[in-house]
Protein backbone atom coordinates (compact mmCIF):
# COMPACT_ATOMS: atom_id res chain seq x y z
CA UNK A 1 0.00 0.00 0.00
CA UNK A 2 1.67 3.21 -1.27
CA UNK A 3 1.64 5.97 1.74
CA UNK A 4 1.66 9.41 1.03
CA UNK A 5 3.15 11.94 3.18
CA UNK A 6 2.04 15.82 3.65
CA UNK A 7 3.67 18.63 4.81
CA UNK A 8 2.74 22.91 4.45
CA UNK A 9 2.29 24.32 1.50
CA UNK A 10 5.30 26.93 1.02
CA UNK A 11 4.37 29.25 -1.92
CA UNK A 12 7.46 30.62 -4.13
CA UNK A 13 8.71 34.50 -3.66
CA UNK A 14 7.25 34.68 -6.96
CA UNK A 15 3.87 33.85 -6.17
CA UNK A 16 3.61 36.18 -3.27
CA UNK A 17 4.70 39.35 -5.69
CA UNK A 18 1.47 41.53 -6.62
CA UNK A 19 2.89 42.17 -10.47
CA UNK A 20 0.32 45.28 -10.85
CA UNK A 21 1.79 46.90 -8.11
CA UNK A 22 5.64 46.36 -9.41
CA UNK A 23 4.28 47.96 -12.47
CA UNK A 24 3.18 50.79 -10.92
CA UNK A 25 6.41 51.16 -9.17
CA UNK A 26 8.41 50.67 -11.65
CA UNK A 27 6.66 53.40 -13.86
CA UNK A 28 9.39 55.95 -13.59
CA UNK A 29 11.79 53.42 -15.53
CA UNK A 30 9.38 53.21 -18.17
CA UNK A 31 8.21 56.63 -18.19
CA UNK A 32 11.53 58.44 -18.22
CA UNK A 33 11.58 61.26 -20.45
CA UNK A 34 16.01 61.76 -20.06
CA UNK A 35 16.21 63.43 -16.85
CA UNK A 36 18.47 61.65 -14.63
CA UNK A 37 16.41 59.48 -13.07
CA UNK A 38 16.51 56.92 -9.70
CA UNK A 39 16.65 53.60 -11.38
CA UNK A 40 20.06 55.27 -13.38
CA UNK A 41 23.26 55.42 -11.41
CA UNK A 42 25.29 55.10 -14.24
CA UNK A 43 24.85 55.56 -18.21
CA UNK A 44 22.27 52.76 -18.93
CA UNK A 45 20.92 51.67 -22.43
CA UNK A 46 17.42 52.96 -22.62
CA UNK A 47 15.02 50.75 -20.88
CA UNK A 48 17.38 47.50 -21.65
CA UNK A 49 17.03 44.37 -19.83
CA UNK A 50 20.05 45.07 -18.04
CA UNK A 51 18.65 48.47 -16.66
CA UNK A 52 15.15 46.78 -15.74
CA UNK A 53 16.86 44.08 -13.93
CA UNK A 54 17.97 46.82 -11.16
CA UNK A 55 14.96 48.43 -11.54
CA UNK A 56 13.31 45.45 -10.02
CA UNK A 57 15.85 44.97 -7.74
CA UNK A 58 15.93 48.15 -6.93
CA UNK A 59 12.29 47.83 -6.03
CA UNK A 60 12.69 44.36 -4.34
CA UNK A 61 15.26 44.80 -2.19
CA UNK A 62 12.87 46.01 0.82
CA UNK A 63 10.01 43.74 -0.31
CA UNK A 64 8.78 41.35 3.00
CA UNK A 65 7.84 38.72 0.61
CA UNK A 66 11.49 37.78 -0.48
CA UNK A 67 13.45 35.64 2.14
CA UNK A 68 15.88 38.00 4.35
CA UNK A 69 18.98 36.98 2.63
CA UNK A 70 17.82 37.74 -0.67
CA UNK A 71 16.96 41.13 0.18
CA UNK A 72 19.83 41.72 2.03
CA UNK A 73 21.90 40.54 -1.29
CA UNK A 74 19.62 42.97 -3.39
CA UNK A 75 20.73 46.12 -0.90
CA UNK A 76 24.48 45.07 -1.73
CA UNK A 77 23.24 45.23 -5.66
CA UNK A 78 21.52 48.28 -5.71
CA UNK A 79 24.21 50.08 -3.23
CA UNK A 80 27.24 48.69 -5.41
CA UNK A 81 25.67 48.61 -8.65
CA UNK A 82 27.47 47.74 -11.27
CA UNK A 83 30.33 46.29 -9.56
CA UNK A 84 28.26 43.92 -7.24
CA UNK A 85 27.14 40.92 -9.45
CA UNK A 86 23.74 38.52 -7.92
CA UNK A 87 24.53 34.65 -7.20
CA UNK A 88 22.75 32.55 -9.53
CA UNK A 89 19.25 31.81 -7.38
CA UNK A 90 18.51 35.36 -7.07
CA UNK A 91 19.47 36.40 -10.99
CA UNK A 92 17.05 33.79 -12.19
CA UNK A 93 14.45 35.11 -9.64
CA UNK A 94 14.57 38.72 -11.67
CA UNK A 95 14.83 37.10 -14.21
CA UNK A 96 11.05 35.54 -13.84
CA UNK A 97 9.99 38.04 -12.49
CA UNK A 98 10.33 40.12 -15.85
CA UNK A 99 9.25 36.95 -17.94
CA UNK A 100 6.26 36.92 -15.92
CA UNK A 101 5.91 40.97 -16.53
CA UNK A 102 5.45 39.61 -20.27
CA UNK A 103 3.52 36.56 -19.70
CA UNK A 104 0.92 38.48 -18.17
CA UNK A 105 0.60 41.17 -20.76
CA UNK A 106 2.14 44.06 -18.96
CA UNK A 107 5.56 44.66 -20.50
CA UNK A 108 6.64 43.69 -24.21
CA UNK A 109 9.90 43.61 -26.06
CA UNK A 110 10.88 46.40 -28.07
CA UNK A 111 13.69 46.01 -30.97
CA UNK A 112 16.37 48.29 -30.34
CA UNK A 113 17.95 50.58 -33.52
CA UNK A 114 21.20 50.64 -32.75
CA UNK A 115 22.78 47.21 -31.20
CA UNK A 116 24.87 47.82 -27.68
CA UNK A 117 27.85 46.63 -26.77
CA UNK A 118 30.20 47.98 -24.45
CA UNK A 119 34.28 47.25 -24.80
CA UNK A 120 35.12 43.97 -23.38
CA UNK A 121 31.78 42.80 -23.08
CA UNK A 122 31.22 39.23 -23.82
CA UNK A 123 27.83 37.12 -24.02
CA UNK A 124 26.89 34.13 -21.69
CA UNK A 125 25.72 31.08 -22.86
CA UNK A 126 22.01 30.62 -21.31
CA UNK A 127 21.98 33.79 -20.23
CA UNK A 128 19.29 36.10 -21.46
CA UNK A 129 19.80 38.86 -23.91
CA UNK A 130 20.81 42.00 -21.94
CA UNK A 131 20.69 43.96 -25.18
CA UNK A 132 16.83 43.52 -25.57
CA UNK A 133 14.51 46.61 -24.87
CA UNK A 134 11.46 46.76 -23.27
CA UNK A 135 8.56 49.08 -23.32
CA UNK A 136 5.15 49.19 -21.93
CA UNK A 137 2.54 46.98 -23.85
CA UNK A 138 -0.87 48.44 -24.19
CA UNK A 139 -2.21 46.39 -21.22
CA UNK A 140 0.52 47.85 -19.49
CA UNK A 141 -0.02 51.79 -20.22
CA UNK A 142 -3.81 51.13 -19.33
CA UNK A 143 -2.79 49.69 -15.54
CA UNK A 144 -0.20 52.84 -15.17
CA UNK A 145 -3.50 55.06 -16.38
CA UNK A 146 -5.66 53.62 -13.70
CA UNK A 147 -3.11 53.72 -10.89
CA UNK A 148 -2.37 57.13 -11.45
CA UNK A 149 -6.11 57.86 -12.26
CA UNK A 150 -6.37 56.37 -8.47
CA UNK A 151 -4.01 58.07 -6.76
CA UNK A 152 -5.37 61.57 -8.32
CA UNK A 153 -9.23 60.74 -7.09
CA UNK A 154 -7.80 60.08 -3.76
CA UNK A 155 -5.72 63.27 -3.65
CA UNK A 156 -8.75 65.18 -5.10
CA UNK A 157 -11.39 63.68 -2.41
CA UNK A 158 -13.64 61.67 -5.53
CA UNK A 159 -14.32 58.56 -5.86
CA UNK A 160 -15.73 58.79 -9.14
CA UNK A 161 -16.70 61.06 -11.98
CA UNK A 162 -19.49 61.45 -14.21
CA UNK A 163 -19.84 62.96 -17.85
CA UNK A 164 -19.30 66.71 -18.68
CA UNK A 165 -22.80 68.92 -17.56
CA UNK A 166 -24.39 70.92 -20.06
CA UNK A 167 -26.90 73.70 -19.23
CA UNK A 168 -29.62 72.50 -20.86
CA UNK A 169 -31.83 69.55 -19.89
CA UNK A 170 -32.97 66.84 -22.16
CA UNK A 171 -35.00 63.62 -22.33
CA UNK A 172 -32.85 60.64 -21.24
CA UNK A 173 -32.92 57.26 -19.10
CA UNK A 174 -32.10 59.04 -15.99
CA UNK A 175 -34.55 61.45 -13.83
CA UNK A 176 -32.86 64.89 -12.77
CA UNK A 177 -36.12 66.98 -12.95
CA UNK A 178 -39.74 67.62 -13.08
CA UNK A 179 -41.07 65.29 -16.33
CA UNK A 180 -42.86 67.41 -19.04
CA UNK A 181 -45.65 66.62 -22.20
CA UNK A 182 -44.20 64.77 -24.92
CA UNK A 183 -42.57 66.30 -27.98
CA UNK A 184 -42.19 65.01 -31.53
CA UNK A 185 -38.11 63.63 -31.46
CA UNK A 186 -37.90 63.18 -27.61
CA UNK A 187 -36.71 60.37 -25.99
CA UNK A 188 -39.67 57.92 -25.05
CA UNK A 189 -39.01 57.67 -21.76
CA UNK A 190 -42.63 58.32 -19.93
CA UNK A 191 -43.47 59.19 -16.84
CA UNK A 192 -45.85 56.74 -16.12
CA UNK A 193 -47.83 58.10 -13.47
CA UNK A 194 -48.01 61.73 -14.61
CA UNK A 195 -48.85 59.71 -18.10
CA UNK A 196 -52.04 57.86 -16.24
CA UNK A 197 -53.03 60.71 -14.39
CA UNK A 198 -53.52 63.17 -17.08
CA UNK A 199 -55.81 60.76 -18.96
CA UNK A 200 -57.77 59.97 -15.86
CA UNK A 201 -58.06 63.95 -15.40
CA UNK A 202 -59.16 64.29 -18.73
CA UNK A 203 -61.40 60.90 -19.59
CA UNK A 204 -62.15 59.82 -16.21
CA UNK A 205 -61.05 56.46 -14.27
CA UNK A 206 -62.41 54.09 -16.77
CA UNK A 207 -61.09 50.46 -17.84
CA UNK A 208 -59.68 50.37 -20.45
CA UNK A 209 -57.81 53.63 -19.99
CA UNK A 210 -58.75 56.53 -22.89
CA UNK A 211 -54.87 57.03 -23.40
CA UNK A 212 -54.46 59.89 -25.77
CA UNK A 213 -51.09 61.88 -27.18
CA UNK A 214 -51.62 65.13 -24.93
CA UNK A 215 -51.44 62.78 -21.66
CA UNK A 216 -47.68 61.80 -22.82
CA UNK A 217 -44.79 63.48 -20.31
CA UNK A 218 -41.46 62.17 -20.00
CA UNK A 219 -38.83 62.25 -17.97
CA UNK A 220 -35.83 65.19 -18.46
CA UNK A 221 -32.31 64.66 -17.70
CA UNK A 222 -29.06 67.01 -17.79
CA UNK A 223 -28.09 67.05 -21.48
CA UNK A 224 -24.48 65.61 -21.61
CA UNK A 225 -22.25 66.40 -24.04
CA UNK A 226 -19.71 63.83 -25.89
CA UNK A 227 -16.30 65.85 -26.04
CA UNK A 228 -13.11 65.58 -28.62
CA UNK A 229 -9.71 66.61 -26.91
CA UNK A 230 -6.06 66.65 -28.39
CA UNK A 231 -3.44 66.70 -25.46
CA UNK A 232 -0.40 68.67 -26.74
CA UNK A 233 2.60 68.10 -25.07
CA UNK A 234 6.06 70.50 -25.39
CA UNK A 235 9.08 68.03 -25.57
CA UNK A 236 11.57 70.44 -26.37
CA UNK A 237 14.78 70.54 -23.96
CA UNK A 238 13.71 73.23 -21.43
CA UNK A 239 11.18 70.70 -20.26
CA UNK A 240 13.89 69.02 -18.42
CA UNK A 241 16.40 71.70 -17.56
CA UNK A 242 17.09 73.48 -14.99
CA UNK A 243 16.85 70.47 -12.51
CA UNK A 244 13.69 69.54 -13.00
CA UNK A 245 11.45 66.91 -14.94
CA UNK A 246 8.56 68.55 -16.27
CA UNK A 247 7.89 66.09 -19.25
CA UNK A 248 7.35 62.89 -17.19
CA UNK A 249 5.08 64.39 -14.89
CA UNK A 250 3.06 65.32 -18.44
CA UNK A 251 3.12 62.10 -19.71
CA UNK A 252 1.84 60.31 -16.51
CA UNK A 253 -1.30 62.95 -16.41
CA UNK A 254 -1.77 61.59 -20.46
CA UNK A 255 -2.17 58.01 -19.19
CA UNK A 256 -4.28 58.91 -16.41
CA UNK A 257 -6.60 61.52 -18.59
CA UNK A 258 -6.86 58.81 -21.27
CA UNK A 259 -8.21 55.96 -19.02
CA UNK A 260 -10.68 58.35 -17.58
CA UNK A 261 -11.81 59.02 -20.86
CA UNK A 262 -12.06 55.75 -22.03
CA UNK A 263 -13.81 54.31 -18.79
CA UNK A 264 -16.14 57.01 -17.71
CA UNK A 265 -16.61 59.06 -21.19
CA UNK A 266 -16.75 56.21 -23.50
CA UNK A 267 -18.10 58.87 -26.11
CA UNK A 268 -15.53 61.56 -25.84
CA UNK A 269 -12.14 60.71 -27.68
CA UNK A 270 -8.36 62.11 -26.72
CA UNK A 271 -5.33 62.29 -29.36
CA UNK A 272 -1.69 62.87 -27.93
CA UNK A 273 0.42 65.75 -29.88
CA UNK A 274 3.97 66.01 -29.16
CA UNK A 275 5.39 69.53 -30.22
CA UNK A 276 8.98 70.29 -30.43
CA UNK A 277 10.86 72.11 -33.51
CA UNK A 278 7.80 70.65 -35.74
CA UNK A 279 4.76 68.63 -34.28
CA UNK A 280 3.67 65.27 -34.77
CA UNK A 281 0.68 63.17 -33.81
CA UNK A 282 1.48 59.59 -31.90
CA UNK A 283 -0.59 56.76 -30.56
CA UNK A 284 -0.79 56.62 -26.77
CA UNK A 285 0.71 53.07 -26.19
CA UNK A 286 4.10 55.01 -27.65
CA UNK A 287 3.96 57.79 -25.29
CA UNK A 288 5.48 55.98 -22.47
CA UNK A 289 9.03 55.39 -23.97
CA UNK A 290 8.94 59.48 -25.72
CA UNK A 291 11.78 61.45 -24.78
CA UNK A 292 12.57 65.23 -24.99
CA UNK A 293 15.43 66.22 -27.35
CA UNK A 294 17.36 69.32 -28.33
CA UNK A 295 14.43 71.14 -29.51
CA UNK A 296 13.34 74.14 -29.69
CA UNK A 297 9.50 74.92 -29.72
CA UNK A 298 6.74 75.29 -32.45
CA UNK A 299 3.88 76.07 -30.86
CA UNK A 300 1.83 76.92 -34.02
CA UNK A 301 3.08 74.12 -35.86
CA UNK A 302 0.89 72.05 -32.58
CA UNK A 303 -1.63 74.46 -32.62
CA UNK A 304 -2.22 73.51 -36.53
CA UNK A 305 -2.35 69.50 -36.24
CA UNK A 306 -4.03 69.62 -33.08
CA UNK A 307 -6.93 71.88 -35.09
CA UNK A 308 -6.84 69.37 -38.19
CA UNK A 309 -7.29 66.38 -35.91
CA UNK A 310 -10.51 67.53 -34.14
CA UNK A 311 -11.83 68.71 -37.11
CA UNK A 312 -12.19 65.32 -38.01
CA UNK A 313 -14.13 64.25 -34.34
CA UNK A 314 -17.75 64.64 -34.80
CA UNK A 315 -18.04 66.10 -31.00
CA UNK A 316 -20.13 68.75 -29.75
CA UNK A 317 -17.63 69.82 -27.78
CA UNK A 318 -13.52 70.49 -28.63
CA UNK A 319 -10.78 71.13 -27.12
CA UNK A 320 -6.62 71.67 -27.09
CA UNK A 321 -4.80 70.91 -24.10
CA UNK A 322 -1.61 72.52 -23.68
CA UNK A 323 1.13 71.73 -21.48
CA UNK A 324 4.45 73.92 -21.63
CA UNK A 325 7.08 75.49 -20.02
CA UNK A 326 8.24 77.36 -22.95
CA UNK A 327 7.69 80.67 -25.27
CA UNK A 328 7.25 80.15 -28.94
CA UNK A 329 10.73 79.76 -29.99
CA UNK A 330 10.13 78.33 -33.94
CA UNK A 331 7.39 77.85 -36.87
CA UNK A 332 7.72 76.38 -40.17
CA UNK A 333 7.57 78.14 -43.34
CA UNK A 334 5.55 77.84 -46.10
CA UNK A 335 8.49 75.43 -48.18
CA UNK A 336 8.63 73.54 -44.79
CA UNK A 337 11.84 75.00 -43.48
CA UNK A 338 11.94 75.16 -39.97
CA UNK A 339 12.77 78.88 -38.27
CA UNK A 340 14.14 79.23 -35.32
CA UNK A 341 14.93 81.95 -32.65
CA UNK A 342 16.24 80.57 -29.21
CA UNK A 343 15.64 83.70 -27.61
CA UNK A 344 11.29 83.64 -28.10
CA UNK A 345 9.36 86.49 -28.74
CA UNK A 346 10.80 86.77 -31.94
CA UNK A 347 7.32 88.99 -33.41
CA UNK A 348 7.21 86.80 -36.92
CA UNK A 349 6.39 83.12 -34.74
CA UNK A 350 4.54 85.09 -32.36
CA UNK A 351 2.48 86.95 -35.12
CA UNK A 352 1.67 83.13 -36.81
CA UNK A 353 1.31 81.35 -33.31
CA UNK A 354 -1.34 83.67 -32.88
CA UNK A 355 -2.99 83.19 -35.95
CA UNK A 356 -3.52 79.61 -35.49
CA UNK A 357 -5.04 80.32 -32.22
CA UNK A 358 -7.64 82.59 -34.03
CA UNK A 359 -8.02 79.52 -36.31
CA UNK A 360 -8.82 77.19 -33.36
CA UNK A 361 -11.65 80.19 -32.32
CA UNK A 362 -13.48 79.93 -35.60
CA UNK A 363 -13.67 76.15 -35.42
CA UNK A 364 -15.06 76.93 -32.10
CA UNK A 365 -12.23 74.96 -30.06
CA UNK A 366 -11.02 75.72 -26.92
CA UNK A 367 -7.60 75.92 -25.73
CA UNK A 368 -6.69 75.59 -21.96
CA UNK A 369 -3.08 76.00 -21.77
CA UNK A 370 -0.85 74.64 -18.39
CA UNK A 371 2.42 76.17 -18.01
CA UNK A 372 4.83 74.86 -15.44
CA UNK A 373 7.12 77.63 -15.74
CA UNK A 374 7.46 80.95 -14.07
CA UNK A 375 8.95 83.30 -17.37
CA UNK A 376 7.18 86.62 -17.14
CA UNK A 377 7.10 86.93 -21.22
CA UNK A 378 6.06 83.14 -20.76
CA UNK A 379 3.18 84.45 -18.57
CA UNK A 380 1.77 87.37 -20.64
CA UNK A 381 1.64 85.04 -23.81
CA UNK A 382 -0.16 82.29 -22.28
CA UNK A 383 -2.84 84.76 -21.00
CA UNK A 384 -3.24 86.37 -24.30
CA UNK A 385 -4.05 83.22 -25.83
CA UNK A 386 -6.72 82.57 -23.35
CA UNK A 387 -8.26 85.84 -23.71
CA UNK A 388 -8.34 84.94 -27.78
CA UNK A 389 -9.47 81.74 -27.76
CA UNK A 390 -11.86 81.99 -24.86
CA UNK A 391 -9.86 79.22 -22.54
CA UNK A 392 -8.20 78.89 -19.37
CA UNK A 393 -4.49 79.65 -18.37
CA UNK A 394 -3.27 77.96 -15.15
CA UNK A 395 0.29 78.37 -13.50
CA UNK A 396 0.89 74.72 -12.27
CA UNK A 397 3.60 73.26 -11.05
CA UNK A 398 5.00 69.64 -11.26
CA UNK A 399 3.16 68.36 -8.32
CA UNK A 400 -0.26 70.23 -8.88
CA UNK A 401 -0.38 69.78 -12.62
CA UNK A 402 -2.48 66.83 -12.94
CA UNK A 403 -4.75 68.15 -9.84
CA UNK A 404 -5.10 71.43 -12.19
CA UNK A 405 -6.05 69.70 -15.54
CA UNK A 406 -8.00 66.96 -13.71
CA UNK A 407 -10.66 69.38 -11.88
CA UNK A 408 -10.47 71.75 -15.20
CA UNK A 409 -11.58 68.48 -17.42
CA UNK A 410 -14.77 67.18 -15.24
CA UNK A 411 -15.64 70.26 -13.56
CA UNK A 412 -15.23 73.21 -16.02
CA UNK A 413 -15.27 72.32 -19.85
CA UNK A 414 -19.14 71.44 -19.68
CA UNK A 415 -20.00 75.04 -20.24
CA UNK A 416 -21.50 75.93 -24.07
CA UNK A 417 -19.48 79.01 -24.90
CA UNK A 418 -22.04 80.80 -27.45
Keep these: ??????TNYIPSPLEELDLADLLDKLKDFFLESGFQAPFSPWQQP???REGLLYAVAHVLKDNEALPQEWRRELREFVDEYPDRKLSGEVSEFLNQVIEQLQEQGFIQQAESEVPINRPGEEGEVGMPD?????????????????????????SLGRSHFGHHDSDRLA?????DAASRPYEFGDTLNLDIPETLLNSVRRAGLQIPLDLDYQDLRVHQTEDTNSCATVLMLDCSHSMILYGEDRFTPAKKVALALAHLIRTRFPGDSIDVVLFHDSAQSIPLAKLAAVKVGPYHTNTCEGLKLARRLLRNRRKEMRQIIMITDGKPSAMTLPGGRIYKNSFGLDPMILRETFREVRNCRRWGITIN???VAQDYYLVEFVRKVARMSQGKAYFATTL???NYIFLDFVGGKGKRVH
Design 1 to 6: MSQFKF
Design 400 to 402: NLA
Design 130 to 154: LHVEYELSDRGVDLLGYKTLKNLLG
Design 171 to 175: TGVGA
Design 369 to 371: TFM
Design 46 to 48: ARS
